[in-house]
């Protein structure tokens, strides 16, 4: 089998240093990858004013097998605009419609809830990742007067919430999950509702085999905290789905322990950490780098090196039974101490 091609773009800061150390982890778990790095992030943009190369989004699209991505924002750059350009123009140019978040306890230790075991928290968040609010379609009108409107349109179309959903019931089907939750607002945002609740139905009966539930996105709100056991696999849009992600990284230890796909089937793919650059921390070996590690092994289950990942996942594992933890989730190591631990027990 030929080495798969993996595209890096580490980014800005903690993203920098966590990415590092995955790629350190991706070596010691023997897989057959080899690695680009690119230097999108801050320090490129303020130096040259590029964002995004001209080609850069085909390349990454033509020349890779996958993409992982540290963490983009830096305070020097105003609104943030190459996080946005680098960061959203993945999602839209590669077209990742499927923002695969697993929402996974390793340990009761990491749970800010009381009473609460790795077996009551193990289920996948699917949020819709190309459409929704995130189109930056609308408009501010009588800007700075007293009469000022801003409209910002939510935007569902039947191919994107279609694709999405279906995305949820094969995710099911081949990890052996039994029930998919769908989660809207219909019963106020109507006219998106009904769309998404007439998709539901109509893909839903494709896939018998599958149990069918659904919650309006306050409602789960609720239970994730209160019962998080019932869940399984959930899908919901784009905003729902930022928030909600936010919340199972809470569930499962925080920012520092999420992991994150942004996947189109059949096409490049890019792994993510949950967290974002993380300016107050970064450059000062606090950042936690389980993350990104916790990535990579999904990026590898992706590319079908299951075996590999499962080598990963399991050094991880270790490392929180073993408390070899760094500061945000109670332990006393350094990002470079916690990284090292885990590469040296692949
Ligand atoms: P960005 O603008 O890039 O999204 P941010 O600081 O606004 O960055 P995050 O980086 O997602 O948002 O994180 C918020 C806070 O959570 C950070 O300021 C940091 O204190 C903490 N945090 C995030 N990721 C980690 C991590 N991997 N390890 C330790 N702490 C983290």
Redo the contacts with the bound molecule.
């Keep these: 089998m030929s080495k798969k091609k993996i595209a890096v773009l580490a980014g800005?800061?903690?993203g920098k240093e966590?990415i590092a150390h995955a790629i350190d982890v991706l070596r010691a778990s023997g897989a057959e990858v080899e690695f680009t790095e690119f230097d999108w992030g801050a320090d490129r943009y303020l130096r040259d004013s590029v964002t995004v190369p001209a080609d850069g989004f085909s390349l990454l699209a033509n020349g890779f097998d996958a993409v992982l991505a540290g963490?983009?924002?830096d305070p020097r750059v105003q609104f943030?605009i190459h996080?946005r350009e680098i960061l959203l123009g993945m999602r839209s140019h590669l077209d990742l419609y499927a923002n695969v978040r697993p929402v996974k306890l390793l340990d009761s230790l990491l749970c800010p809830l009381k009473d609460c075991s790795p077996e009551d928290v193990n289920f996948t968040i699917i949020r819709e990742n190309t459409e929704g609010m995130y189109g930056d379609l609308g408009g501010v009108f009588k800007r700075g007067t007293a009469d000022e409107i801003a409209v910002q349109e939510d935007v569902n179309t039947w191919k994107g919430v279609e694709r999405v959903i279906r995305y949820a019931f094969e995710h099911a089907r081949q990890h052996g999950r039994r029930r998919v939750l769908m989660s809207d607002k219909s019963n106020a945002l109507t006219h998106a509702g009904s769309l998404w609740q007439r998709v539901w139905q109509e893909v839903g009966g494709e896939y018998p085999d599958i149990e069918k539930q659904h919650m309006y996105v306050d409602a789960l709100a609720l239970a994730m905290v209160r019962a998080p056991r019932q869940f399984e696999v959930i899908v919901t849009n784009n905003l729902f789905g930022d928030i909600l992600t936010d919340l199972g990284a809470a569930l499962q230890g925080?920012?520092?322990m999420a992991a994150s796909g942004n996947i189109h089937p059949g096409r490049t793919s890019m792994f993510e950490?949950?967290?974002?650059?993380?300016?107050?921390?970064a450059g000062r070996d606090?950042?936690?780098?389980?993350?990104?590690i916790a990535s990579a092994a999904m990026m590898l289950a992706h590319l079908g090196l299951t075996q590999e990942a499962a080598r990963i996942d399991a050094a991880i594992l270790s490392a929180v039974r073993q408390r070899k933890l760094?500061?945000?989730v109670g332990g006393t190591l350094g990002t470079r101490a916690c990284g090292e631990w885990i590469a040296s027990h692949i």
């Design positions: 800005d800061g903690i966590v963490a983009f924002g943030n996080a925080g920012l520092g950490p949950v967290h974002g650059s993380a300016p107050d921390i606090l950042a936690n780098p389980m993350g990104a760094t500061p945000d």
